[in-house]
């Protein structure tokens, strides 16, 4: 069986030189999400093994090629389903999708991946951002299963801040 494999590899602008970067880290991985945080020389990206039971979020210095671990999540018997990476501001902080919880939810992390707190949560499925307001620090997301006595896939549209708290409806009926 043969399982195509990905690689990444890096070039100065006006250079014929390509250069790989190590970003191995499981057999038949899969690489998302890549992307170059404004004004950085360090590149972004997440790394899925195949069974999809494990994943990474890695920044890659290009200058020194040095590969740095963010976080990481796991699970044993089920697989992992993600959401991009969705930066608040330009250098800052960052949210985040997981399961961990038993439900998909939405959590904030600093730059360096430090978890800073739990934007969205309960026994329903958070489903997409649809907006982020970084001056205000006001997340946008559609969500099912969250209204009582309303068919669980009926998607609607709230609003929460980066920093948690309530969260409002903001297109009932």
């Known amino acids: 069986d043969s399982v195509a494999q990905v690689e990444l590899f890096a070039f100065k602008r006006g250079e014929k030189q390509l250069t790989r970067?190590?970003?191995?880290?499981?057999?038949?991985?899969?690489?998302f999400d890549l992307h170059w945080p404004v004004n950085s020389e360090k590149l972004r990206l997440i790394r899925r093994d195949r069974l999809q039971r494990n994943m990474e979020l890695v920044e890659i210095d290009i200058a020194?090629?040095?590969?740095?671990?963010?976080?990481?999540?796991?699970t044993e018997n089920a697989f992992l389903e993600r959401q991009n990476v969705r930066y608040v501001k330009a250098g800052g902080d960052f949210i985040w999708?997981?399961?961990?919880?038993?439900w998909g939810h939405y959590y904030l992390y600093d730059h360096n991946g430090k978890l800073k707190n739990a934007i969205t949560g309960g026994d329903w499925p958070a489903e997409g951002i649809q907006e982020v307001d970084s001056i205000g620090r006001v997340l946008y997301f559609a969500a099912g299963g969250r209204e009582p006595k309303e068919n669980?896939?009926?998607?609607?549209?709230?609003?929460?801040?980066?920093?948690?708290?309530?969260?409002?409806?903001?297109?009932p009926g």
């Open 97 to 102: 999708w997981s399961e961990r919880s038993g």
């Open 21 to 31: 970067l190590g970003v191995d880290h499981w057999k038949d991985q899969r690489l």
């Open 64 to 74: 020194s090629k040095s590969v740095k671990s963010l976080f990481k999540e796991s």
């Open 152 to 171: 669980p896939y009926y998607r609607h549209l709230y609003r929460v801040n980066l920093d948690g708290g309530p969260i409002a409806l903001l297109d």
